[in-house]
């Protein structure tokens, strides 16, 4: 704050003004899972409420994706959308890596009205999440891709300048990550065709509570 009121000029001044909303948002990934580290010290296993998670989820997800003009829809269709005994962390982790891809393809597009769609339902034995955005898009080629650990469509390869500084930047981890704990728990995740008006989609299916071990 005393750097923002101090007599700095263009593009630095509004550096600074990003910067703490960085800081802002920083402060509330560290809320966020300072909270879910809380509710699975005794690291048990449970049943995983998918409504639950998602309710956890889009308070947090809200909270960062409002400040960028960005709206959010989480919807769980039916009742006994429940998954098999997994950390509650680890669905937490999915969605927070997911949200963050999101979040990063939106920002690249500057698209005007960008919108996230969160959808999870029961189909045969599987419990089944999709992530939608209006972002940039992953080119089809891709689809397998983005999956691989350090591939990435929204790093730049160009010198930090006033002109890409700020751009939005990824490592390719996160859909790695998100790609290993589903594995881990005997499910699958892949890009799919995006539902209308959406640019991107990925599907995770867990195995239903009501499913066989």
Same mark, same amino acid.
Request: glycine share 6%.
């Given at each position: ?130 992530? %939608? ?27 930090? %300048? ?52």
């Amino acid at each position: 704050a005393d750097f923002i009121n101090g007599n700095f000029q263009e593009p630095t001044k509004s550096r600074l003004v990003r910067l703490k909303a960085n800081l802002t948002t920083l402060s509330k990934y560290t809320d966020y899972f300072s909270s879910v580290i809380m509710s699975n010290e005794d690291l048990s296993l449970q049943t995983i409420s998918v409504d639950k998670v998602l309710r956890t989820f889009s308070q947090f997800a809200t909270a960062i994706v409002a400040p960028k003009h960005i709206a959010l829809e989480v919807k769980v269709d039916g009742y006994g959308v429940n998954g098999q005994e997994m950390h509650e962390a680890e669905w937490l982790s999915i969605l927070t890596n997911l949200l963050s891809n999101s979040v990063k393809a939106l920002a690249i597009a500057v698209t005007q009205n960008p919108r996230i769609y969160v959808h999870a339902f029961k189909e045969g034995d599987s419990v089944v999440l999709q992530f %939608s955005d209006n972002g940039t898009g992953i080119p089809h080629e891709n689809w397998t891709r983005v999956f691989d650990a350090f591939f990435t469509t929204t790093r730049t390869d160009l010198p930090r %300048s006033p002109g890409n500084a700020d751009s939005a930047s990824g490592m390719g981890l996160g859909l790695k990550i998100v790609r290993d704990i589903v594995e881990s728990n005997r499910g699958t995740v892949q890009v799919i065709q995006p539902p209308a008006g959406f640019n991107t989609c990925l599907e995770v299916r867990l195995p239903g509570a009501w499913s066989q071990k």
